[in-house]
Structures are given as C-alpha cells and as structure tokens.
C-alpha cells in the first residue's frame, strides 16, 4: 500500500519534522490522517503525535511559518491546534492513558509513541507515519494495521474489552467505519461489541447521534443498523427502531418485518437524496407500528393510524438524542404522517380537491414526501411493483394537471382594466373589455411575454385598432 501526500502536507510534515528535531522530541503523524491518506480518501486534518510537550512543538511550528499562524493552546487536555494554509493540524505529546470504568474522563499520563498506539481504538488508526530525519514517511505500524485495510477489517488494537471499556463510543465507532469504508467487523471484535453494548449507557447522547448521523449518511445505512442490532445496541439506544424487527404469525398470517422493510426504504432513499433529514425520516416512517399493531380474523395484522402514532413518537426520540428540536422536526415529524397519503390517492376515482389538498399540505416539501412514498414500496412482486409505480406517475400527472390549472384561474394579465382606462382617458365601457381580452389573449396565445412593457405596448396597439390614443 502506498500513499500520496500534497505538496503543501510535505512541505508542512517536514517542516514539523525539523522543529521536533531540534526540540529533540520525536514527531509522528498518526490515526485518521494515516488511515485515510493510505485510502485515498479526502483528509482534512493531520494529527501530530510527539513524544514529549505537544504544545511547545505546536508554538516551535507556528514561529518558523510566515505570517505566523495563531496556536489555540487547550492546556486541559496538553493539545495545541494550528492552521496551516487549508490544513487543520492538532499536536499532542504521547500519552498513556487510564479510563476509570463509571467515567469518560480519562486520567492522562505521558508515555511512549507505542503506549499512544495502544490506546487507540482499531489497527487501521492505530498507524503512525515518522518524521524524524533517516525515517521520515516510514509508517510504524505494530498492530497489522496495513494488513487489515487491505482485508478491509476494523478490529481492535487490543483485546477488544480493554478497548471498548476505556471509551465504548468506540463501539458504535466501529460499526460506522464499517458501514462508513464497507468494511466487516472482526469477529472477536464484534463479539466484545456485544459483551459490552451496556457501557454505552455512560456516553453523551450528543456522541451516539453523531455517530448515527455518519451511518445515516453512508451510502448504505442499512449495514450499520443491521450491525447496531445484531450487537445489541440499537434496542438501547433508539428501542422504537428496534421494537420494529420481529415476524409475527397467527392462524397462518403473517406480517411482514418491519425492521428490514423500514431498512429497505432507508437504502432506497439514499439512492436518491442526500438529506440527513429525509434519512431520518425513512428510517422512523413506521415506528407507529408496533404500537398500533392488531389481529384482526377477518382482515388479518393492521396498523391502523401508526403514521399518526408515528408522527407523535418522533418528538421525545429527537429529545432523547439531543437532536435539534427547531423545523427539523417539524419536517420529520410531517413526514412520518403523511408517509401514507400519495399512495392512498392513486386511483383514478380520487377527485381534483385530494390531490389540491396534498399538494398544499405537503407544501415545500412535496418533494420529498413522494422520494419517501415511492421508497416505501418493497414489494418483490414485479407485477404489484410495476402497478404501484404507474400509479405513483398517475398522481404526479394529476398533481401537474392541478397545479397547472390553478395557477390559470389564479392567473391575472399584467393590464388591468385600471391601466386601460387611464391610458386612454375612457370610463367603463365594452372597449376596455375588448382590449384587455385581447392583451390576455396575446400572453396566452405566446404572441407577447407575461410582462408589463410588452403587454403595455400590445395595449397601445389594441386602443390604436379601436381609434384611441394615449391620453398623455
Ligand atoms: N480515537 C480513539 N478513540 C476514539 C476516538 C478517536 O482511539 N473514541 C483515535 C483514533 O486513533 C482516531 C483518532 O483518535 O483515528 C482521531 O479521532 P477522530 O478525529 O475522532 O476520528 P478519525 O479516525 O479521524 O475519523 P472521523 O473524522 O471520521 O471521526
């Protein structure tokens, strides 16, 4: 595996190179920079590992850069952080770190670059790129951590409970790299994963959403719910999403599995929006399920009003997980409710005032409402999902049509009646009507555009045709 690094990262990584060297302090770059540089993804900040005063180092590069760029100095937590062109570059001394278990608050103490390596949380960021003089570009990499980005494996430096108890966000971090890169999870990794799902109980909600917000916006989330539920995680931390798995069967009738169904359609939308918002309200469409759900002899399993449900469980779960509470919401929330409305007005029988009243309710977001509708069909039924999507076009033709027409009755041209007879100096007649007819006319026929100077001028010559002139 090779990597290629810009110009101005060179230029900047050397330069660290030099300044450590006279502070006689080895300097490294590490973690996510390295993962990502071997990757080819886009990076946007270089971590600098030195052993010894991370801080000092940081001030050592910013006096040798011109203009000298500002340090912000975080001496809580001994990092000093500095801009360098489009660079974000974060220095630390190596350290050896002890996590109390009922607390994330770490105790810090300096160490080595390999008591760093240690306590990172997988092998392939657990990597370090040398900057000294002799070795500069080497990568020190005591975990495999080469080997497992070529086998595409996120798996722990460590025996996974040491890892997962100094900090268990990491669990959900692993999952989101997997889902994130595509990769699988080592199996012994993903057995200390379920081991220990309860230490998530001692993070932020803040951490976990923003985790799930990165699974959300992966090309394919269902990996990442899949993996939340199969570890055990997902029934902790957002139990509405996984109270939805399960088949139920009674006197031969089965419903379908929400969860998977609910998964389907939050793929589906990734295909065709990028909005983290109309994500979220994919993957909670159906979380009115469970509680509406109802046996019933003659019509089998029903979900009557779950969207309405639905609608009401969104609120305390965006709350649970600190998410914002502003017209985010609102939107989710709408979403969920009205998740059912397009397809109930796909036959032909519905009438122009139904689909009016979508088209205003839905309002801004229409859109979106049909990406979520048309995403919602799973069936695998080619005959039944042919029918559904002809009928999907059917209302977006309907919807045109009666966009269409009302925008004509609510149509005024430009040239009032007002206008006419001012310009000619006339007072309410039959000759007013027969201008104003024809400058309207003429918009509708194309002859003229729908603005003011031209349909004044096509006015002018209308009165001209009737014997008038312009009174001034
Ligand atoms: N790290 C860790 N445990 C955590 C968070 C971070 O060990 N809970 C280490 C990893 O070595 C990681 C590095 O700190 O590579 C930088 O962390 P961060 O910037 O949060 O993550 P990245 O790996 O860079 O990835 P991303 O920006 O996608 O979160």
Same mark, same amino acid.
């Given at each position: 595996m090779i990597f290629t690094l810009e110009p101005n990262e060179i230029r900047l990584l050397e330069h660290v190179g030099r300044c450590a060297a006279e502070l006689g302090v080895p300097a490294y770059a590490v973690g996510g920079y390295v993962r990502d540089r071997l990757l080819g993804r886009p990076t946007k900040d270089i971590d600098i590992v030195c052993v010894g005063d991370g801080i000092q180092l940081a001030n050592q590069v910013a006096n040798g850069i011109s203009p000298r760029p500002k340090v912000a100095v975080y001496s809580r937590f001994g990092t000093a952080m500095l801009h360098y062109e489009n660079i974000e570059v974060e220095f630390v001394g190596a350290r050896r770190e002890s996590y109390q278990s009922d607390s994330r608050k770490p105790d810090v103490e300096l160490g080595t670059l390999e008591d760093d390596q240690n306590r990172r949380d997988f092998t392939i960021n657990a990597m370090a790129i040398s900057l000294q003089e002799g070795s500069f570009g080497q990568i020190v990499d005591p975990f495999d951590g080469m080997k497992h980005l070529e086998e595409r494996v996120i798996k722990t430096p460590l025996e996974p409970g040491k890892t997962f108890s100094d900090d268990p966000l990491r669990m959900m971090r692993a999952i989101r790299f997997a889902t994130q890169l595509g990769f699988s999870i080592d199996p012994e990794t993903f057995s200390g994963i379920k081991e220990y799902k309860n230490r998530i109980n001692i993070i932020s909600k803040e951490r976990i959403a923003t985790e799930l917000e990165k699974i959300l916006l992966s090309p394919k989330p269902s990996v990442g719910f899949n993996l939340l539920f199969d570890a055990g995680l997902l029934q902790i931390i957002m139990p509405e999403v996984a109270a939805l798995q399960g088949v139920e069967d009674r006197q031969g009738r089965a419903h379908k599995d929400n969860f998977y169904h609910t998964l389907e359609v939050l793929d589906n939308v990734c295909k065709k929006s990028n909005n983290v918002w109309l994500r979220w309200a994919a993957l909670l469409h159906d979380i009115g399920k469970p509680p509406t759900k109802k046996f019933d *002899?003659?019509?089998?399993w029903t979900f009557h009003g779950h969207e309405w449900k639905g609608a009401i469980m969104v609120p305390p779960l965006f709350r649970n997980l600190r998410l914002p509470l502003d017209q985010k919401l609102e939107y989710v929330k709408k979403l969920v409710m009205m998740h059912l409305r397009p397809i109930s007005l796909t036959r032909e029988e519905v009438t122009d005032s139904a689909v009016r009243r979508l088209i205003f309710e839905a309002g801004e977001d229409l859109d979106d409402l049909m990406i979520l509708c048309e995403s919602?069909?799973?069936? *695998?039924?080619p005959k039944k999902m042919s029918r559904y999507l002809e009928g999907y076009e059917y209302l977006k033709e309907r919807m045109s049509l009666v966009t269409e027409a009302d925008r004509l009755r609510l149509w005024q041209p430009p040239i009032t009646g007002e206008i006419i007879m001012k310009t000619f100096g006339l007072s309410p007649s039959k000759e007013v009507g027969v201008i104003k007819t024809a400058v309207r006319e003429a918009i509708l026929d194309g002859e003229?555009?729908?603005?003011m100077a031209e349909a004044f001028n096509r006015m002018v010559e209308e009165g001209r045709k009737l014997g008038l002139k312009p009174i001034a």
């Open positions: *002899k003659e019509a089998g919602d069909i799973t069936t *695998k039924n003229i555009p729908n603005e």
